[in-house]
T-cell receptor
Framework: GAVVSQHPSWVICKSGTSVKIECRSL??????MFWYRQFPKQSLMLMAT?????????EQGVEKDKFLINHASLTLSTLTVTSAHPEDSSFYIC???????????FGPGTRLTVL | DQQVKQNSPSLSVQEGRISILNCDYT??????FLWYKKYPAEGPTFLIS?????DKNEDGRFTVFLNKSAKHLSLHIVPSQPGDSAVYFC???????????FGTGTRLTIIP
């Protein structure tokens, strides 16, 4: 149980385009989802926390207009990187947590490369 | 401000021996600590956790020790196996807050 999927697993896009990444909890309802970014050989940095049906809470320094997060259902959250630039190239990982168990289950991640 | 630190970026251990990974934290409000294992291009997978009311938690080959006064925790893996080769992250959270703060990771290599 507690499987989280992400789609796509990797994406290459041109600078200036927008990219949407999906995060799904497959076998449980996720009241809270988290989005992280990891640069090479660095730690996972929390970008934002989203609760189903409400606006995401962004960490300091993360542009909410650039990284749009939607948590429309208890099994799906999306992260849209708008007007992507090469510096947005990174590994994006989501995690999901149910209200009953205070444990985050992580997705496999999405490698974004912006040319 | 790195609140959770793993000072050893890499560690090599002979198969069958004990692997000890260390983690230090600065925020005294942290009350729950977790260890995750991560392979390249994959998300972290949970290994073991410990609450601040305990000083030790064991699960099979994995044991986590917590020294609150020193703000230090360690993960012991014994015996180490080749499949343990991965990057290990410690993470922490504090009561009432679901956010995890991750350390910088330690790459563990088990030598056959």
């Amino acid at each position: 149980g507690a499987v989280v999927s992400q789609h796509p697993s990797w994406v290459i896009c041109k600078s200036g385009t927008s990219v949407k990444i999906e995060c799904r909890s497959l076998d449980f309802q996720a009241t809270t989802m988290f989005w992280y970014r990891q640069f090479p050989k660095q730690s996972l940095m929390l970008m934002a926390t989203s609760n189903e049906g409400s606006k995401a809470t962004y960490e300091q320094g993360v542009e909410k207009d650039k990284f749009l997060i939607n948590h429309a259902s208890l099994t799906l959250s999306t992260l849209t990187v708008t007007s992507a630039h090469p510096e947005d190239s990174s590994f994006y990982i989501c995690s999901a947590q149910s209200g009953r168990v205070r444990m985050q289950f992580f997705g496999p991640g999405t490698r974004l490369t912006v040319l | 401000d790195q609140q959770v630190k793993q000072n050893s970026p890499s560690l090599s251990v002979q198969e069958g021996r004990i692997s000890i990974l260390n983690c230090d934290y600065t925020n005294s409000m942290f009350d729950y600590f977790l260890w995750y294992k991560k392979y390249p291009a994959e998300g972290p997978t949970f290994l073991i956790s410990i609450s601040s009311i305990k000083d030790k938690n064991e699960d099979g080959r994995f044991t986590v020790f917590l020294n609150k006064s020193a703000k230090h925790l360690s993960l012991h893996i014994v015996p180490s196996q080749p499949g343990d080769s991965a990057v290990y992250f410690c993470a922490a959270r504090h009561f009432g807050n679901e956010k995890l703060t991750f350390g910088t990771g330690t790459r563990l290599t088990i030598i056959p």
